[in-house]
């Protein structure tokens, strides 16, 4: 197998070495994350297609789908199939010199019987196993599968998102398995730290279903509080207002009103001063009260300018708005550029690929996107590697 490229200097977790049996997005993003941070990352796939991703498309960049090229950068590919004595004689090998594990296996399923956690953990006491999976390791979903939809829809999130009058809207993120993700990169390097102290590893498991629960945040908590149905709101805020997207003549943009004074900020910018001594809306909770009533009024006033008269003027003001950017314009804006947030890697087949880059820097430097994303079995050249790629 081939030697990864050295890591950057903003590369907090080199040297240590990751193997990936993950597919589609969740455990792919994590797994991403984890070499965008200098570890060494070996995705295993099936010799035949490779991860679905791959195919999930258009659009496609060489021969591989966008959808894959998000997720798997900074990795090496070799191709095993898990279900032969020799593929999982392979992953044992590669095990036994690894740090980390990371797959989403379905529970019940012949590899999670394979792989099961318990004899990983009694053969490689200093592993991190992370298992990301649908709706959790226990409860009457436990064996079921599902896609970020899914989890978007039995978690909550489509219900509060959309217009109050129109049908429940699906994140335009992949939400479900994006939180899996992050939560699931927050055990692993968690679990890592506490391996310092003690020297054994852990099975950590988070899913789409649980985290996404944790992301409800003020939203549960209200719930629990009054007993009551959230409702869906648009863009507005279910405990500000004014805060929500708003049209003016050329197209929308949004106010986010954090408190009463830049509430009276913003009705002085607007010329509407008699709004600030409105008894309906001289507080946060009344002006949530009326929000309709509010809303109507800034709604006709807002018409009559233009998206960049609004901004400057509420923006000179000291009022935080802005407009609502397409993602053409967010990747030409000077600010994205500023962050370096934006990087090119040469792939080997597909030409110059552009990539989101991770969004955090260490000492300001912010670590680099070092290698495209693998073609199918790129790294199967270990003869040992060859031989489980063949059965």
């Known amino acids: ?21 993950s597919k589609i997005l969740a455990g792919p993003y994590a797994t991403m994350s984890l070499a965008d941070l200098g570890a060494d990352v070996t995705k295993v796939e099936h010799p035949e297609g490779g991860d679905p991703t791959r195919r999930w498309g258009p659009p496609f960049q060489g021969e591989d789908a966008t959808y894959y090229l998000a997720a798997n950068r900074n990795k090496r590919s070799v191709t095993l199939d898990l279900k032969t004595p020799e593929g999982q004689a392979e992953v044992h090998r590669m095990l ?38 649908a709706f959790g390791e226990t409860g009457p979903l436990r064996d079921e599968p599902g896609y970020d939809m899914v989890a978007q829809a039995s978690a909550g999130l489509m219900s509060l998102t959309g217009e109050t009058d129109g049908p429940p809207l699906k ?8 939180g899996a993700a992050l939560f699931g990169l927050v055990g692993i390097t968690s679990a890592l730290v506490e391996r310092a102290r003690t020297g054994r590893g852990q099975y950590v498991t988070t899913s789409l279903y649980e985290t ?21 709101l648009g863009s507005g ?39 600030a001594d409105d008894e309906r809306f001289t507080t946060n909770a009344a002006r949530v009260a009326n929000r309709d009533d509010l809303n109507a009024r800034l709604t006709d006033v807002l018409a009559r300018r233009t998206v960049g008269e609004w ?7 000291g009022v935080p708005a802005a407009p609502i950017r397409h993602l053409d314009e967010v990747y030409a804006c000077p600010q994205t550029a500023a962050l370096g947030m934006v990087q090119e890697v040469e792939h080997p087949a597909a030409g110059t690929l552009r990539q989101v880059a991770f969004p955090v820097s260490f000492n300001g430097v912010r670590p680099a996107v070092r290698t495209a994303p693998p073609t199918l079995g790129q790294h199967d050249d270990n003869p040992r590697t060859q031989q489980g790629a063949r059965a």
């Open 96 to 133: 036994a010199g690894a740090d980390v594990m990371v797959e989403n296996f379905r529970p019940g399923s012949t590899l999670a019987r394979v792989f099961d956690y318990r004899a990983l953990t009694e053969r490689y006491p200093r592993l991190v196993v992370l298992h990301i999976s």
């Open 1 to 21: 197998m081939s030697e990864p490229p050295a890591p950057p200097q903003a590369a907090p977790l080199a040297g240590i070495k990751v193997v990936d049996l």
């Open 311 to 317: 901004c400057d003027a509420l923006k000179a003001a």
């Open 237 to 275: 805020h279910p405990s500000l207002v004014p805060y929500q997207a708003y049209e003016a003549s050329d197209g929308h943009f949004v106010i986010a009103v954090g408190n009463d004074a830049l509430f009276r900020t913003l009705c002085a910018a607007l010329d509407l001063d008699a709004l």
């Open 171 to 178: 994140a335009g993120f992949a939400m479900g398995d994006l």
């Open 212 to 232: 996404q629960l944790a992301l409800h945040a003020n939203w549960a908590t209200a719930h629990f509080a009054t007993g009551e149905r959230p409702t869906r």
